[in-house]
């Protein structure tokens, strides 16, 4: 009776789905995330006859073979780069980017890890870091007394000193392309790291070779649709019942097999 292991990866499956819905549900309000989709496959199949096989009667071959399938597998859970919608925030270290660029960010171990994240904030020292406290790559540090802070849309940033005319340039923030984006490790806390999936890191200034530009004082929403979220966690769970159905059906038919007398 294949068809209650079969039903089982396929409530498997569908609970798989149900797992990643809900964490795109947890984080429709985070900033910068991007939605995750649970991709599946069929698992290798049993052949009673092959495709193209000669007829034991005639000689002649089989147009169609016999093969039944043993269910499903998680593939893969695919992240939807698409870029959210930008929310003005004010603030003078929130940053945007229009674009496919990330922004690097230095570890406590010295690694480079890279967010699209843009809600920096001014350590004791002066150093621009994130909302877990790393800071960005190439260590920026506002002096101090600076009276405030502009970045422009290439990501040059100049402080503003009371008694003075100009502003002074105190860092370049840069952006960070990778040939598959979707290939990054996500860490926690807004973090990606590179993978042999994504290749290496591809950095350079903003509004270069795609990498978007910079705007000061916005903040990149989470690209969750919560409508399509819900009507396809409806589905996942009326997928999971039918299987469930299955695995009923299954031991009904078993349970005759056995009253036979």
Do not use: C, W
């Amino acid at each position: 009776m294949r068809a209650l292991s079969i039903a089982a990866t396929g409530m498997d499956a569908q609970q798989t789905r149900v797992e990643v819905i809900s964490n795109n549900l947890a984080n429709m309000n985070t900033t910068a995330y991007n939605a995750r989709r649970a991709e599946f496959a069929d698992l290798h199949y049993q052949i009673a006859r092959a495709a193209g096989a000669s007829s034991s009667a005639t000689g002649d071959v089989v147009p169609e073979g016999v093969q039944l399938g043993l269910g499903v597998r998680t593939a893969s859970i695919s992240m939807d780069m698409t870029q959210g919608t930008i929310k003005s925030t004010g603030g003078d270290l929130d940053l945007a980017v229009e674009g496919k660029g990330f922004f690097e960010i230095t570890l406590p171990s010295g690694e480079s890890a890279y967010t699209r994240d843009g809600a920096f904030k001014r350590s004791a020292e002066g150093v621009v870091v994130n909302g877990e406290g790393f800071p960005l790559a190439g260590n920026i540090t506002i002096p101090e007394g600076a009276r405030s802070i502009t970045i422009n849309s290439e990501g040059e940033m100049f402080a503003y000193f009371d008694g003075q005319a100009g502003g002074q340039q105190v860092g370049t923030i840069n952006l960070v392309t990778f040939t598959n984006t979707k290939g990054l490790e996500p860490l926690g806390g807004n973090l990606y790291r590179e993978t042999d999936a994504s290749g290496g890191p591809l950095p350079g200034q903003a509004g270069q070779d795609g990498r978007g530009l910079m705007r000061q004082g916005y903040l990149e929403e989470s690209n969750v649709d919560v409508v399509q979220q819900i009507a396809e966690l409806i589905e996942a769970q009326r997928g999971y019942e039918l299987n469930s159905k299955v695995i009923s059906a299954a031991d009904q038919m078993m349970g005759a097999t056995t009253q036979i007398r």
